[in-house]
C-alpha cells in the first residue's frame, strides 16, 4: 500500500502548498515511505465493528445563544498581518 | 537577591513564605531574572519578559500585604510560559519561523487564569516546532539544552520535548515552575529527563482556547515543576471549564493539593506486560521493578494487568497526529499572521502559500503536514485515517476494561531511556517516535498521566516513573505520585555548568 515515490511526493506537497524543490522528492518521497511502513502494522489489527473515535471523552457539546459576542475591532484583527491596505488582508493576485 | 535563592525553592515554599511576609515577589521576581541572564547556555528561556515580571511582581507584593494568608496560591510565583501559549503582546511563535513577529491580540485562558493569581510570567520558554518533536531539536530558536550531563562528559544533552525549555527551566531552577503541553508525551518525557515532575490532565481539563494548535483531539496542557504538591498547585490554577473550548469539561476542579494526604492503601496498581519491551535498558526495567516495590511498600496492591493494543498506539498516534495537524497548519499562510516569504515578479497567491509554508515550517513539521495530508487524501482516508481512529478506539477499551475491573492507576516507566546526546539521533524519524511508546497511548485514551522522577541511571542522569489515571482523577493520580517521590527521595540535583 506504501510505495510512495516522487510524483506522489510531488502531488502531496502540493496538496499541502509547500513548495519543495525537485531534488528533495526523491528523498522526501522514502521519509513518506518508512513512516507509512511503520503504520501499516495497523493492518495487522482486527477493527470488524469498531467504530472511529470522533471525540475521546464522551460529552455533548454544549449550545450557547446565537448571538454576536465579539467583533468590531479590525484594527486588532490586522495586527499581525504582514501586509494589509484599508482594512483589508492583502495577497498578491490571483489568477485562475 | 542572588538567583541561588530559588535553589531547590518550591512552589509551596515560596507561596507559603510570601504569605507570611518574609519573602518578597519582587525579590524572587528578581532572582529569577538573573537567574534567567546567567543561563543562557540553556537556551531555555527564549522571549525575556521582565518588564511584565516587574510589573506583576509588584501588584502581587500589594495582594500578598493585603490578603496575606489568603493570597491566591500563585500570588507572586514566577512562571516560565512554554511558546505554545498565545501571550498578549509577547510573542508567541511556537518554536516556529514562520510565527516571527507575531505578537497575539488575546491571552490565552490557561495564561489568563494563572496571571489573574497573580502569578509572574519571567519569559517564554523553547519547544520543538508546532510541539513536534521529543528532543527540542526543531525549534527555530535552536536546541534546548539539559542541565543535567552525564558522568564527568561534558556532551550536551537534549532536555526532551516537545517542553524541552520548560524542562530545562525548571530543573536549572530559573522559574518556580512552567506550563507545558502534551500531544503524545511532551510534558512527561522532558520531565522524565531532567529530573521534575510533569502532569498530563485527563482530555478536556485545561482549556486549549489560545494555545496554538498541533493536534487537538490530544493536545492538553499541563503544569511541569519540582514536585508533585506543585504540579497540584500550578495543576489547579490551569485546570477548569471554559466556554471558549467546546471540549473543555464542565466539571469542578477539585483541591487537588488538599488530596494529598499520603494514604495510598488498598488502591490496586495495574502493571501492564506489553511496557515490557524486547531491548529495553536494565536499568529501566529495574527502576519500574523499584517503583513497584514502592508502591507495595505504601500498601497499595500490584496487579499484572493486559492493554493488548498497546503495541498499536504508535503507529495509530503517527496517522491521527499529523492528520490533525495538516488541517490545523493550514491557517498559517502568509496572510493573517506571522512571516511571508519573499514573492518573485508575477508569483501569486499560490506561489505565495507554497514559498511562505516552505520557508517557514522546518523539515519535521513540513514532513508530519504532508504525511497527514497523504493520509486524509481521497483513497487512503479510509485505509489510514479511519483505520487509525478504530485501532484508537481499541486501544482507550484497553483501559476502560482494567479500571472497570478494579483497578485504580497504572504503573509504567516514563521513557525507553535517560537523556540522549543532542545531535545524536540517526535522522530517521520513526526512531525519535519510539521516544513516546510508553506515553503516547494516555494521549489517545485521553486519560491522565504523570512522570515523577524516581532514580538515576549509572551515569547519573534521572528516570522518570508514569502513573495513568482513571479520567478526572487527577487529585488521586498525584497522591499515588506523592507516594511513589516520597520513597524514592529524589534529591539529586544537576551540577551548575552553566
Known sequence: ?96 | MSADMLQGLTIADARDRMRAGDLRATDIAEAAIEAVEGARALNAVVHDTFEIARTQAAAADDVLRARGADAPDLCGIPLGIKDLFCTEGVPSQAGSRILEGFRPEYESTVTRQLWDQGAVMVGKLNMDEFAMGSSNETSTYGDAVNPWKAGEGDAALTPGGSSGGSAAAVAADLVLGATGTDTGGSIRQPAAFTGIVGLKPTYGRCSRWGIVAFASSLDQAGPMTKTVRDAAILGRAMMGHDPQDSTSADRAVPDLEAMLDGDVRGKVIGVPKEYRLDGMPGEIEALWAEGRRMLADAGAELRDITLPHTKYALPAYYVIAPAEASSNLARYDGVRYGRRAALDQGDGVTEMYEKTRAEGFGDEVQRRVMVGTYVLSAGFYDAYYNRARRVRTLIKKDFEDVFADGVDAILTPATPSAAFPLGSASGDPVQMYLNDVFTVTVNLAGLPGISVPAGLDARGLPLGLQLVGRPWEEGELLNLASAVEERAGFVARPRRWW
Open chain 1, 1 to 96: 500500500m506504501s510505495e510512495i515515490d516522487a510524483e506522489t511526493a510531488r502531488r502531496v506537497a502540493k496538496l499541502a502548498r509547500i513548495a519543495v524543490p525537485e531534488e528533495r522528492l526523491a528523498p522526501l518521497a522514502e521519509e513518506f515511505g518508512r513512516i507509512l511502513g511503520f503504520v501499516e502494522q495497523l493492518n495487522e489489527v482486527d477493527v470488524e465493528g469498531v467504530e472511529p473515535m470522533t471525540g475521546v471523552t464522551p460529552m455533548r457539546l454544549k449550545r450557547r445563544e446565537d448571538v454576536v459576542t465579539s467583533g468590531g475591532m479590525p484594527d486588532r484583527i490586522l495586527k499581525n498581518a504582514p501586509e494589509a491596505r484599508e482594512g483589508f488582508f492583502a495577497v498578491p493576485k490571483v489568477v485562475e
